[in-house]
């Protein structure tokens, strides 16, 4: 199994994007969780950061699965169908979480809305 040296590029460029972004939405969930008034709004953003903390660790693991199957496939035959259960398991839950971002998003954006007629 071979893999073109873009994809792993795209791989390594996607990490990095993630590892920001764990670290940008720790910072919203420290200052938000403990230095200011709760809102709803500020509620609602906490939650979509935390959800969103919980959903770039798992593509960071993702993503090292991917890398590390591509650097030791030959090697891993025997544990194929354990590796195999848990990037589907690691992938259900990113499915979970963003989801669960988008739902936030949406009610976010409803609630703005409703605000803005009345």
């Known amino acids: 199994l071979t893999v073109p040296f873009g994809l792993k590029v795209f791989a390594g460029v996607c990490m990095g994007i993630s590892l920001c972004g764990l670290v940008g939405n720790g910072v919203v969930v420290r200052f938000l969780g403990s230095h200011v008034k709760k809102s709803p709004f500020t509620v609602y953003i906490l939650i979509l950061a935390v959800a969103d903390f919980s959903l770039l660790p798992l593509f960071v693991l993702l ?12 090697y891993l035959h ?23 971002s988008l739902g936030l998003l949406t009610a976010i954006s409803v609630e703005r809305w409703c605000l803005s007629c009345s």
Not at 64 to 72: C, E, G, K, V, Y
């Open 63 to 74: 993503i090292l699965a991917f890398l590390s199957l591509t650097a030791i496939w030959s």
């Open 78 to 100: 025997e544990f194929i169908s354990f590796y195999m259960g848990f990037l589907l398991f690691v992938e259900f839950l990113s499915h979970a979480f963003d989801l669960g």
